[in-house]
């Protein structure tokens, strides 16, 4: 490709590299379904659907930053997963992702379990209807209060992830006079092709007890002496945002050898092993995720056959989707303030919102699509970085795109994929206001977590 044919105008040749982004899209109103929920869709005027509903409605009714969340895609991808792995598995949405009471709700009635990682995420399950028994409690250092409401609550299991807190979790149990249902977290040995900070399985890191030295099979050996533990299973989880299916065949097989090791030393095949979750989503039209069919066959077979090796009868196996459900189903929607052509390098896009509704980029370098969502253009594209209103220079939601180069302050544009993590980890830097989550279905909209007030700050300023 020649300097002048650069795919950003030779205005950019001088500057990036060839190959630093991927060309524009040949027609930038078109929206890639991977990375979009599955009701949106541009009306006869070019504007964005989603729910039957469009974007400008949504703006004028609940405002803007805020989150906008297909209940039926959220619903039919719990579906789809509850039946890939079948009444033979467990599924356990991992509430981390995002969590709501609605959400709670929904989780219930499509039939999914719940996995939670903190006493306000275990308040909201409860508080929400889903029965304890279905409930796993995660955390790698979970506190005593924390554990007691768990324990007191019926919980279906708490995974263990420290020595310090095998024993915890036995006093508390039979303080309270009862058994708890438990599985110790391993990790393997197995750093999943990801971000170096969402890879967790190998051994320098906080979570879990590691197979290497002996130290999980010792982990197991404590367990099963101390009269305040069932323990039902071993659990693996080896990152997040991953496609590749070989981590999970690498978990599998050495969590199966922990298993034959157990029931050749203890006389014990425990029945169930979790293998986590993790599983990637389209971000970009560039990324290519997995069906939950597909993962559910490919996580069976590698069990079944590491298990028929070892000669042990198959466990039953738990997963514990929670960006791979919700992830898809939301886009967060914005409007452009100002525009800032750098003449050599991109125009800055503003938007009213930023690194606190959406930290995912500054914090893991995360990639995003975005587009303009408040009407159709066929202006030529643009190299645009959408940042944020905060005093702060790695203040961008969207590092790399295109968008029409007629684009104008008041255009809403929506950047897609964000119900995973970017709700669950918005702050209020710069006591900016966190959005609301307003789910959208069937024609109607309905506000399930409210946008914060100024009132809201103050309230908790007791100074």
Avoid at 40 to 63: K, M, N, P, Q, S
Avoid at 399 to 427: E, N, Q
Wanted: net charge negative; aromatic share 6%.
């Amino acid at each position: 490709m020649s300097r002048s044919a650069h795919p950003a105008g030779p205005r950019h040749a001088d500057v990036l590299p060839e190959g630093h982004y991927t060309a524009p899209a040949t027609d930038l109103n078109e929206l890639d379904a991977k990375v979009w929920s599955r009701t949106v869709t541009r009306d006869a005027d070019g504007a964005l659907t989603v729910g039957g509903i469009e974007v400008a409605r949504l703006a004028e009714e609940f405002g803007t930053p805020a989150y906008f969340l297909d209940e039926a895609d959220f619903r039919s991808r719990c579906r789809a997963w509850a039946d890939a792995f079948g009444p033979g598995a467990d599924v356990f949405y991992a509430g981390k992702a995002f969590l709501s009471r609605a959400v709670v709700r929904w989780l219930k009635e499509e039939g999914l379990n719940l996995d939670v990682c903190s006493g306000g995420e275990l308040a909201t399950a409860l508080a929400a209807g889903m029965p304890a028994e279905r409930i796993a409690f995660h955390g790698n250092n979970k506190t005593v209060d924390e554990i007691e409401r768990a324990v007191e609550a019926g919980v279906g299991r708490i995974v263990l992830d420290s020595f310090q807190e095998i024993a915890r979790v036995s006093h508390i149990a039979q303080r309270l006079g009862t058994r708890q249902r438990v599985q110790i977290r391993v990790t393997v040995g197995v750093e999943a092709h990801t971000h170096e900070f969402i890879a967790t399985a190998h051994e320098d890191q906080k979570f879990g007890i590691a197979l290497a030295d002996g130290q999980a099979a010792e982990a197991v050996r404590r367990a099963l002496t101390l009269d305040g533990l069932e323990l039902i299973g071993i659990h693996s989880h080896i990152g997040s945002q991953i496609f590749d299916m070989a981590g999970f065949e690498v978990s599998a097989r050495r969590v199966v050898q922990l298993l034959a090791e157990i029931r050749d030393e203890h006389g014990v095949e425990l029945p169930e092993i979790d293998l986590g979750g993790g599983l990637g989503i389209a971000y970009t039209p560039e990324d290519d995720p997995r069906e939950p069919h597909e993962i559910a066959k490919a996580l069976g077979d590698i069990v079944t056959r590491e298990c028929e090796s070892a000669g042990l009868a198959t466990p039953r196996i738990s997963v514990e989707p929670g960006r791979a459900i919700v992830g898809p189903t939301a886009f967060t929607l914005y409007e452009v303030g100002t525009i800032k052509p750098l003449e050599g390098l991109r125009t800055y896009v503003s938007v009213d919102g930023g690194m606190s509704d959406n930290i995912r980029t500054a914090l893991y370098d995360a990639e995003y699509s975005v587009a303009l969502v408040s009407r159709s253009s066929d202006a030529a594209p643009m190299l645009v970085r959408v940042v944020g209103k905060h005093c702060e220079s790695g203040d961008i939601v969207v590092k790399d795109a295109f968008l029409p180069s007629d684009l104008a302050p008041g255009d809403l544009i929506a950047v897609p994929a964000t119900g995973a993590y970017c709700r669950s980890m918005a702050s209020n830097y710069n006591h900016a206001l966190r959005p609301p989550v307003v789910a959208v279905r069937d024609g109607e909209a309905r506000v399930i977590v409210r946008r914060e007030t100024e009132e809201d700050l103050l309230r908790l300023d007791v100074g």
